[in-house]
C-alpha cells in the first residue's frame, strides 16, 4: 500500500490531479472523504471556478488524506471497544425493571460475559467465533465506569479504526461518558445490540431507547438521513450483529484484502431489516 501512496504523491507533485484522485479511488474505494475530494474536483472544474486556488486546495486535501492513509497502513490494528457491565452495576442502573432481564444476560464479575442476545453466547465468544470465521484479528477493549484521560485520548485518535460494542442497559453517566464519544462518523462502526425480549418490557424499552436518545444525538440523525449502515442500532439477533459487523471489516479495513481476492466486498449480498 506505501507503494501506491507514493505513486499518488508523485502525480500530484507533477499536477496529475486526476491521475492521483483515480489512482486513490480504486484503491480506497468506500473512504467517504476522498468520494467528497473527488466529487468537488470534477463539479469545481467543470464550473469553471473563479476561485484561482481552486485546485491548489485540492491538492493540499488530498495529501493531507493521503497522510492519513499512511498512518492507517503503518496502524494496521483494528480496535473493537465494548462497553458493558456486571450484574450488579446494571441492577442499579436499571432499577426495578431489571427483573425483567434473563438471569444469565450479566455475569456476576466479568463484563466481558454479557450476553446481548437471547439463547447466545456472551459477547467474547461471539467475537471469537466471529473472528475465526472470517480470519479477522479484532484489538478488544472492554469499558466500564470511570477512565482516566489517556484512555479517551487513545478513542479520540484512533476513530477511524474503531467499531464501538454498545450495551444500552450498561449506561450510567460514566458509562455514557465513554459511549458518547463514538457518535460521530469518524467513527469507523457502532453496533448496539438489543434483544428481542427487552420489548416484551415497556420498562426496558423506554430504558433503552432512553439511553439512546441520549447517546447518538448525532448518528442517530446521520443514519435517518443517509441510511448509514455502518452504524446500527438495537438490534435483535446475533445473526444481524455478524453481518453488519462484516460489513463494516469490508468497507472500512480491508482494502489489500479486496485487492487480493478481486473485491470481495462484491462477493457479498448483504440485506439490512
Known amino acids: 500500500?506505501?507503494?501506491?501512496?507514493?505513486?499518488?504523491?508523485?502525480?500530484?507533485?507533477?499536477?496529475?490531479?486526476?491521475?492521483?484522485?483515480?489512482?486513490?479511488?480504486?484503491?480506497?474505494?468506500?473512504?467517504?472523504?476522498?468520494?467528497?475530494?473527488s466529487s468537488d474536483f470534477y463539479h469545481d472544474g467543470q464550473a469553471n471556478?473563479?476561485?484561482?486556488?481552486?485546485?491548489?486546495?485540492?491538492?493540499?486535501?488530498?495529501?493531507?488524506?493521503?497522510?492519513?492513509?499512511?498512518k492507517d497502513a503503518v496502524d494496521d490494528k483494528i480496535y473493537c471497544y465494548i462497553i458493558a457491565s456486571v450484574k450488579s452495576k446494571v441492577r442499579t442502573i436499571v432499577g426495578v425493571p431489571f427483573e425483567k432481564v434473563e438471569p444469565d444476560r450479566y455475569d456476576d464479575f466479568e463484563k466481558e460475559k454479557w450476553k446481548p442476545f437471547t439463547k447466545e453466547s456472551n459477547i467474547q465468544e461471539i467475537l471469537r467465533r466471529f473472528k475465526e470465521s472470517?480470519?479477522?484479528?479484532?484489538?478488544?477493549?472492554?469499558l466500564d465506569g470511570v477512565q482516566d484521560d489517556r484512555v479517551f485520548a487513545e478513542i479520540d485518535d484512533n476513530k477511524r479504526r474503531i467499531i464501538?460494542?454498545?450495551d444500552l442497559l450498561s449506561q450510567d453517566s460514566d458509562n455514557k461518558d465513554i459511549s458518547k464519544r463514538f457518535d460521530t462518523e469518524?467513527?469507523?462502526?457502532?453496533?448496539?445490540?438489543?434483544?428481542?425480549?427487552?420489548?416484551?418490557?415497556?420498562?426496558?424499552?423506554?430504558?433503552?431507547d432512553s439511553n439512546f436518545d441520549s447517546i447518538f444525538k448525532t448518528l442517530k440523525i446521520k443514519v435517518s438521513q443517509k441510511g448509514l449502515p455502518y452504524y446500527h442500532f438495537k438490534f435483535n439477533h446475533v445473526e444481524q450483529f455478524n453481518q453488519h459487523?462484516?460489513?463494516?471489516?469490508?468497507?472500512?479495513?480491508?482494502?489489500?484484502?479486496?485487492?487480493?481476492?478481486n473485491s470481495p466486498i462484491r462477493k457479498h449480498k448483504f440485506r439490512f431489516n
Not at 134 to 142: D, V
Not at 245 to 261: D, M
Open 245 to 261: 459487523l462484516l460489513y463494516i471489516l469490508l468497507e472500512k479495513f480491508t482494502v489489500k484484502k479486496q485487492i487480493e481476492t
Open 1 to 37: 500500500m506505501f507503494e501506491i501512496l507514493d505513486l499518488a504523491k508523485e502525480r500530484i507533485r507533477f499536477g496529475e490531479i486526476e491521475n492521483a484522485i483515480e489512482l486513490l479511488t480504486e484503491n480506497y474505494p468506500f473512504d467517504r472523504q476522498l468520494i467528497t475530494i
Open 49 to 70: 471556478n473563479s476561485d484561482p486556488n481552486w485546485l491548489a486546495k485540492i491538492r493540499d486535501r488530498l495529501l493531507t488524506l493521503i497522510d492519513v492513509f499512511y
Open 134 to 142: 472470517h480470519g479477522y484479528q479484532l484489538e478488544e477493549k472492554y
Open 164 to 166: 464501538a460494542i454498545i
Open 186 to 208: 469518524e467513527t469507523a462502526g457502532v453496533l448496539a445490540p438489543t434483544c428481542i425480549t427487552f420489548y416484551s418490557s415497556s420498562e426496558l424499552t423506554k430504558i433503552v
